[in-house]
């Protein structure tokens, strides 16, 4: 996702390129405060359609829309903001182009008449949909006449890829998964149950005959992902554009004040301080007057925060475990930019706060709005939320002002440790789940929850 991201931003097109998770930070629920103008664009980053882009992205982003995603997309005005939602990339028909450009790179000038493409998706027995872009995509190829025979085969669902030997008659075969990222399933179980030992494997003894069979990385990864990607957002570019959101302005100003003191501001477990250059200097608190950090770069610094000390990913950025051992400086314009690498958020909703336009949503209305298997946390007793909550939120340097609890400043007025939270994360949704005891959610034809 941030690799996609990153080459938009670097492509100069839009003033503005965010990024946004289900379960990460900044979430779905905190992307339209975080955007400078009103006119915002959300693509999906999945490879097809299912019941996290018909209903969970909606829901989260305020759209009364559930179910399959119109070919135009969806347009809504939502907390003021003109917002687009597209299609997933993967049901573009440029895709079909990507998956060619993979089954290149490892078997590179194939005999048409002799190679075999395998489009390799999850599959699911719970929503027909989600098969339906690698079934476009394969007949697109089939069609072309550059292999001797295109199948759509699946993990989960008939046709199986564990039949590709049956299925398939050429004596080269190339396997090409359609799925967003690398992952468990790409790096080992496909190899793993398929017998592949690399990005070529040699089977001499089958049935009908000696094989060869390559094995692509999977297409969501591919550099050709971000035309696609663009040119969803300016398909969907259909009228004038709306201004600026003035209260983004506003709360960018507001920290530059708070961080222009000598002492500089405290946030949470970060320090930023003035320097006589004009720029910033970012760390951890702990590491104050430290001279032996490692000189981290503000395009690296959500990577490099995204982590405690010993590796374990950070979902929940405000946890108190903010990793020692760094230092970034960056120019007063950047200060904004570096503080949401480390926070996500952060600097959006105290401003909000301290201006009382922050929408406070309590567990209740959090809980109504779930759907699907976290439906069941509606029924979630006060004690059950309370541990769920005690687990989760202990660590976390946030207020829940969703439960409660009082906050008469933030880190803008004076208080490091005062970062409103206004509503429970999908992290918390998820411990409350688990303390019913029941299954996890899981995504559709190996969907990853990142927009």
Known sequence: ????????????????????????EPSLRQLLRLARFRDVTVVPLFVSEGYFTGTVIPRELGFEWRGPVPPGGLTAVIDGHRVHYTRPYGVHPDMAEVIAARAAEVCGEWDPARTALVVLGHGTGRDRQSQQAIEQAAAAL???GRFAEVQALYLDQAPRVDDWAALTRAPDVVIVPFFASEGWHTQDTIPHDLGLTGAVTEFPELPGGPRRVFYSRPVGTHPAVTRVIVRLVEDSLDAPLSPE????????????????GEAGLAVGELQVTPLPDGRCDLRSQVDAGRT???TVALSDLSAWTGRTADGTHRPIRTQRSLPRGWWAEVETSELRAALHAVYPAVLEEAYAWENGTLPVIPWTDTAERQSGLYAAVRRASPAQVAQARH????????????AGEPLSATFLTGDPQALPCPEACTLLVAAVREELGSHQETPAQGEVTHV
């Open 292 to 294: 032996d950090l490692t």
């Open 391 to 402: 687990k989760t939120c202990a660590s976390c340097l946030r207020t829940p002002l969703w």
């Open 245 to 260: 959101e003035p209260a983004w302005r506003a709360a960018g100003a507001a920290l530059l004040r708070a961080s222009s």
């Open 142 to 144: 089939r069609g072309r």
């Open 1 to 24: 996702m941030r690799r996609h991201a990153r080459a938009v931003r670097a492509q100069g097109l839009f003033d503005e390129v965010l990024e946004g998770s289900w379960k990460e």
